[in-house]
């Protein structure tokens, strides 16, 4: 079973149009993240939403928006895609607490998007 | 701020030496620290964390790492590499409800 599933795993769009990336996690979590890792490995967060409310939001453009519709669905949907927006997407989730000792972040594999 | 430094960007180890990647954080309270790696293609996996307790940390596939507060350091290590471990590791510390990452040390195995 998946823990961490992301759809589509690649995506090659043109600039300018209007795309999205699911996640789905079957392990009963609260909260779910969306990470950047750019064409150097560097992996920054987005967007953290813990039982389908925004926590954070790391000064993202936006054109990227967020929506949960359950707890156990993130996706991310992207307006006027750019150049500069082609990086590998990762999506992932932890328990959750919002106080306390942080949780393990399970990842998904990752949703390469190419933005020609 | 928290951040995270891997110092070395990429480490070529022959298949059977030993393994040692260098990661310091910088956070103002109690850290909470972990390690991922990352394969070509894939996502990230957890091979071990530390939030307190014993500062050597046992993790998967024959890692370990080392918490050390006076270095602000967290190295992960391993006895004897195998050609699978080829990969990037990612330190990572938490900060509130999200992790930090280092830039990432990619580790090649030559035979």
């Known amino acids: 079973d998946t823990a961490v599933s992301q759809t589509p795993k690649y995506l090659v769009t043109q600039m300018g149009n209007d795309k999205s990336i699911k996640c789905e996690q079957n392990?009963?979590?609260?909260?779910m993240y969306w990470y950047k890792q750019d064409s150097k490995k560097f992996l920054k967060i987005m967007f953290s939403?813990?039982?389908?409310?925004?926590?954070i939001n790391e000064t993202v453009p936006n054109r990227f928006s967020p929506k949960s519709p359950d707890k156990a669905h993130l996706n991310l949907h992207i307006n006027s895609l750019e150049l500069g927006d082609s990086a590998v997407y990762f999506c992932?989730?932890?328990?959750?607490?919002?106080?306390?000792?942080?949780?393990?972040?399970?990842f998904g594999p990752g949703t390469r998007l190419t933005v020609l | 701020a928290q951040s995270v430094t891997q110092p070395d960007i990429h480490i070529t180890v022959s298949e059977g030496a030993s393994l040692e990647l260098r990661c310091n954080y910088s956070y103002g309270a109690t850290p909470y620290l972990f390690w991922y790696v990352q394969s070509p293609g894939q996502g990230l996996q957890l091979l071990l964390k530390y939030f307190s307790g014993d500062t050597l940390v046992q993790g998967i596939k024959g890692f370990e790492a080392e918490f050390k507060r006076s270095q602000s350091s967290f190295n992960l290590r391993k006895p004897s590499v195998h050609w699978s471990d080829a990969a990037e590791y990612f330190c990572a510390v938490a900060g509130f409800q999200k992790l930090v990452f280092g830039t990432g040390t990619r580790l090649l195995v030559s035979p």
């Open positions: 992932a989730s932890t328990k959750g607490e919002l106080a306390g000792a942080p949780d393990t972040q399970y």
């Open positions: 392990l009963g979590h609260d909260t």
């Open positions: 939403y813990n039982n389908k409310e925004l926590i």
